[in-house]
């Protein structure tokens, strides 16, 4: 559908390059170079639960399309976001870096001009790199945008607070603001989620040279609620549902009603049909490869960036989005960082199956680097503490050592979506047991996640030795 041109980009500014420090681990001496390099395709939905796809447990929501990538692809069953709220999850799967590394853990962070991404990364492979969908992570254009962090092209949103509309009168084409008439005057006839889609669909049935990495990167089932009537109907009458009111009776329904001050008058089939969507236009990308006879060399992987919202309206408990997992998004907890992770690819992964490795964001700038044949030693500033799990992504996976996974969530004031000024959440995860510190001056609690998955018995008093370890790991990191 036609968009008019509204704003123009200015000329774009060289980025200085800067000297950096290679915190990569070693790669295997073993690269793809023999080998046809996968186009990658990485979609990310924006505070999807664990439990809200059929592939991971007993949720009402239909999700076909997600279900047979996991049964045809792997399913992973303890792999976690970057952080549990939007802007430090991306950039640490944007630049291969957990809290340890970034330089700031709050809702605010945006990426650096030194700062290196996955799609920098590629261009060393030399792959064709685009971006779709949601942004939010660079602060200023020319230095910090799409363009300027490895993307060859983009279509989207571009600030966090536009990622909050799932109807935009306006989004944005490589660094130029356009109009989408078909939302102006309180209409809705343009869903930004289906946009998106179909520019990925587009720029994937084009004639490639080069191998292509494409981030389709959703901004649903994240609050507001809102979806096409067509994925939403089934749903209707099938929930108990209350109306959220939003700013509709001038008093606001909840501290986000500010953000979302539209009422829905069927919060949760609203919500389940936003879900089915996404499914839905997930489904349409897989039969583009297909049709263009590229989904065997293909690479899906498809996440979320944190766990489930209860903005707007949203309900994660009705649903049990994060089960079995205690918490949500803005908790460290694992119903706040414990994501759903699905890689389907059908070259290398024949034989579906279920894989239990802990992992994280912060390992798929090393996954990638690996799988098209870059040594991240030669690649100048890049720093990940990230590691590949390449040697997992076959029908005959090599296992992965135990380490050190760690995240940190510092709250800012001013904002229902951060908190008070000075909080700071710290949590590790190292094999089966988990350490979670809910301030600087707060006791550190330690799981077992193999008996105790939902996180309710602390063994802290019981194993004097983790508690001291994980203590002493929050103190070295905490800020």
């Given at each position: 559908?036609?968009?008019?041109?509204?704003?123009?980009?200015?000329?774009?500014?060289?980025?200085?390059?800067?000297?950096?420090?290679?915190?990569?681990?070693?790669?295997?001496?073993?690269?793809?170079?023999?080998?046809?390099?996968?186009?990658?395709?990485?979609?990310?939905?924006?505070?999807?639960?664990?439990?809200?796809?059929?592939?991971?447990?007993?949720?009402?929501?239909?999700?076909?399309?997600?279900?047979?990538?996991?049964?045809?692809?792997?399913?992973?069953?303890?792999?976690?976001?970057?952080?549990?709220?939007?802007?430090?999850?991306?950039?640490?799967?944007?630049?291969?870096?957990?809290?340890?590394?970034?330089?700031?853990?709050?809702?605010?962070?945006?990426?650096?001009?030194?700062?290196?991404?996955?799609?920098?990364?590629?261009?060393?492979?030399?792959?064709?790199?685009?971006?779709?969908?949601?942004?939010?992570?660079?602060?200023?254009?020319?230095?910090?945008?799409?363009?300027?962090?490895?993307?060859?092209?983009?279509?989207?949103?571009?600030?966090?607070?536009?990622?909050?509309?799932?109807?935009?009168?306006?989004?944005?084409?490589?660094?130029?603001?356009?109009?989408?008439?078909?939302?102006?005057?309180?209409?809705?006839?343009?869903?930004?989620?289906?946009?998106?889609?179909?520019?990925?669909?587009?720029?994937?049935?084009?004639?490639?040279?080069?191998?292509?990495?494409?981030?389709?990167?959703?901004?649903?089932?994240?609050?507001?609620?809102?979806?096409?009537?067509?994925?939403?109907?089934?749903?209707?009458?099938?929930?108990?549902?209350?109306?959220?009111?939003?700013?509709?009776?001038?008093?606001?329904?909840?501290?986000?009603a500010w953000y979302y001050p539209e009422p829905v008058d069927q919060p949760r089939a609203t919500l389940a049909g936003m879900v089915t969507a996404l499914d839905a236009y997930i489904g349409r990308i897989v039969e583009r490869l297909r049709k263009q006879e590229i989904a065997d060399n293909t690479l899906i992987l498809f996440t979320s960036d944190n766990g489930p919202h209860d903005e707007g309206g949203g309900d994660p408990e009705f649903f049990k989005a994060a089960a079995p997992y205690r918490g949500m998004k803005r908790d460290l907890f694992d119903g706040g960082i414990h994501v759903p992770m699905i890689i389907h690819w059908p070259a290398r992964i024949r034989t579906g199956r279920v894989d239990d490795t802990p992992w994280a964001f912060a390992d798929v700038l090393p996954t990638f680097a690996e799988l098209a044949g870059v040594s991240l030693t030669a690649v100048p500033r890049v720093q990940t503490n990230g590691i590949s799990i390449d040697r997992r992504l076959s029908d005959s996976p090599q296992p992965i050592g135990e380490r050190m996974l760690y995240w940190e969530f510092g709250k800012q004031a001013g904002d229902p979506n951060s908190g008070i000024v000075g909080e700071v959440f710290q949590a590790a995860r190292e094999g089966r047991w988990k350490a979670v510190r809910y301030g600087l001056d707060q006791p550190t609690q330690i799981y077992d996640l193999e008996s105790d998955p939902g996180e309710r018995m602390d063994l802290s008093n019981q194993r004097p030795d983790l508690h001291q370890k994980f203590q002493e790991l929050f103190e070295t990191y905490a800020r």
């Open positions: 559908m036609p968009h008019t041109d509204q704003i123009s980009f200015t000329t774009r500014c060289l980025i200085t390059a800067c000297v950096g420090v290679v915190f990569a681990l070693p790669l295997r001496a073993e690269t793809h170079s023999d080998a046809a390099k996968p186009n990658i395709v990485l979609i990310l939905a924006d505070d999807l639960g664990f439990n809200q796809i059929g592939a991971y447990g007993d949720t009402p929501i239909k999700t076909p399309h997600l279900d047979q990538l996991a049964r045809n692809g792997i399913r992973f069953t303890n792999a976690y976001s970057g952080n549990t709220v939007c802007s430090p999850s991306r950039v640490s799967l944007l630049t291969g870096r957990d809290g340890r590394l970034l330089h700031d853990n709050s809702n605010k962070v945006q990426l650096r001009d030194i700062d290196v991404t996955i799609a920098h990364v590629l261009k060393y492979a030399g792959y064709d790199t685009a971006l779709f969908g949601k942004y939010s992570v660079g602060s200023q254009m020319g230095v910090t945008d799409p363009l300027a962090m490895g993307f060859d092209t983009w279509y989207g949103m571009y600030s966090i607070l536009e990622g909050h509309r799932q109807y935009p009168q306006f989004l944005w084409r490589d660094g130029r603001k356009i109009r989408i008439a078909e939302n102006e005057g309180g209409r809705k006839g343009a869903y930004a989620q289906e946009l998106f889609a179909d520019k990925a669909i587009d720029y994937i049935a084009q004639q490639h040279q080069n191998p292509f990495f494409v981030m389709l990167n959703f901004s649903s089932p994240h609050a507001e609620l809102a979806a096409p009537e067509e994925f939403v109907a089934p749903y209707r009458k099938i929930f108990d549902e209350t109306p959220y009111s939003g700013m509709s009776t001038g008093e606001p329904a909840d501290k986000y």
